[in-house]
């Protein structure tokens, strides 16, 4: 079964910092990849995805993520963090073919003003 | 913009009653999903149904069963509810095809607390 690893749980910044989650999954085949977010209070919502072609994906709000196909990896970043980035993100995999996502555990990002 | 709605934001049932979780899309989509989401282990799927009358299983489904009569609605049944199924219970849409497809939309969770 696949299965998707978030290597950090909890990460706190100060404003204006560099931020980069981690991501790694472990199916061998083609994959869609996804980042989600969830906002304090609020439903969990799309930030980006990568289905094929450019590996840099932009996304809403000024965050990006390289698939980097050799190291299993989706990385998201974003240069410069404000106190509203303050969330969890999720990344998620699906096999190309299939209906079904695997999520990460989670990483509870806190941006402190 | 695409909503899902589910029918309780918060729920407290003891042990051995049978819940039931409710989800509404209105965006005439295909594909429905039932997730529990705990801290430390992302959300990890329940159920999900690609059609009426159509389910397969998750990772998770002992303990859980669903139904979707509609298209519109899809529900998560608790025969029997137990502690440890107290968790965030997420349910989501997506369509099969077009410009969206794959991409889950998310109702706002119901927090179920089994006592």
């Known amino acids: 079964a696949q299965s998707v690893s978030q290597h950090n749980h909890h990460v706190i910044l100060s404003e204006a910092a560099s931020l980069e989650l981690g991501c790694n999954y472990s199916?061998?085949?083609?994959?869609?990849l996804f980042w989600y977010v969830q906002y304090p209070g609020q439903h969990l919502q799309l930030l980006l995805k990568y289905f094929s072609g450019d590996p840099l994906v932009k996304g809403i709000k000024g965050f990006e993520a390289e698939f980097i196909k050799s190291k299993f990896s989706f990385n998201l970043r974003k240069p410069s963090v404000q106190w509203s980035d303050t969330a969890e993100y999720f990344c998620?995999?699906?096999?190309?073919?299939?209906?079904?996502?695997?999520f990460g555990g989670g990483t509870r990002v806190l941006v402190k003003p | 913009d695409v909503k899902v709605t589910q029918s309780s934001r918060y729920l407290v049932k003891r042990t051995g009653e049978k819940v039931f979780l409710e989800c509404v899309q209105d965006m005439d989509h295909e594909n429905m999903f039932w997730y529990r989401q705990d801290p430390g282990l992302g959300l990890r799927l329940i159920y999900f149904?690609?059609?009426?009358?159509?389910?397969e299983k998750g990772d998770i489904p002992e303990g859980y069963s669903v139904s979707r009569e509609k298209k519109e609605r899809f529900s998560l049944i608790l025969e029997s509810a137990s502690t440890n199924q107290t968790s965030m219970y997420l349910c989501?849409?997506?369509?099969?095809?077009?410009?969206?497809?794959?991409?889950?939309?998310f109702g706002p969770g119901t927090r179920l607390t089994v006592l």
């Open positions: 149904s690609y059609d009426v009358k159509m389910k």
């Open positions: 199916y061998g085949g083609t994959v869609n």
């Open positions: 998620a995999v699906k096999k190309a073919a299939g209906n079904k996502l695997t």
């Open positions: 989501a849409s997506s369509p099969a095809s077009g410009p969206s497809t794959d991409t889950q939309y």
